[in-house]
T-cell receptor, first 115, second 114 residues
């Protein structure tokens, strides 16, 4: 799976949009971009994923550049409860062997939402 | 739906003891897996299952056994606990064994081995 690079930390004011970047310059054509987050002491939570097109759901939007080498997760109106570690993960839907289903969590971005 | 549930939430074991961490999901998901999370190491895949009766090893399987007799349950057994197995354990599931779908995680079991 392609390696991802994220800033170690970001701050955001409550009510403002939080834009979390991720670089994945070695992504291959069959690899998806996933975003998960982990709020302190809880299990990771799925947010959104995409292949080529931008995606939106009730939690967030995912913007993927045309060359697919980077993406941005957008939380449109951040709240204090969005303070968490956010993980950008690139994964092939067809990974086999010991990689089957495996999500590789890097260090992620610690997002702190301030009042 | 309760989603993915794990029991117990906390456990303390002595070295050499055995125990089973329970994981259940009520979403009729094919795929289930176990991860451990250690400080500075991220989450690492222990074992996974693509359906009832089918299990396989992940990247750190030593010292752990799994079985999948039903779609709903995927218990993780520690055969002889060691201090190196002190960790937070997460179970996850997804609808299909293949494809790009989301994985849903349980709340975790915090295990300390003394």
């Amino acid at each position: 799976d392609a390696k991802t690079t994220q800033p170690p930390s970001m701050d955001c004011a409550e009510g403002r949009a939080a834009n979390l970047p991720c670089n994945h310059s070695t992504i291959s054509g069959n690899e998806y971009v996933y975003w998960y987050r982990q709020i302190h002491s809880q299990g990771p939570q799925y947010i959104i994923h995409g292949l080529k097109n931008n995606e939106t759901n009730e939690m967030a939007s995912l913007i993927i550049t045309e060359d697919r080498k980077s993406s941005t997760l957008i939380l449109p109106h951040a709240t204090l409860r969005d303070t968490a570690v956010y993980y950008c993960i690139v994964r092939s839907a067809n990974a086999g062997g010991t990689s089957y289903g495996k999500l590789t969590f890097g260090q992620g971005t610690i997002l702190t939402v301030h009042p | 739906n309760a989603g993915v549930t794990q029991t117990p939430k906390f456990q303390v074991l002595k070295t050499g003891q055995s125990m089973t961490l329970q994981c259940a999901q009520d979403m009729n998901h094919e795929y289930m897996s176990w991860y451990r999370q250690d400080p500075g190491m991220g989450l690492r895949l222990i074992h996974y299952s693509v359906g009832a009766g089918i299990t396989d090893q992940g990247e750190v399987p030593n010292g752990y056994n799994v079985s999948r007799s039903t779609t709903e349950d995927f218990p993780l057994r520690l055969l002889s606990a060691a201090p190196s197995q002190t960790s937070v354990y997460f179970c996850a599931s997804s609808l299909l064994a293949g494809g790009p779908g989301a994985q849903y995680f349980g709340p975790g079991t915090r295990l300390t081995v003394t």
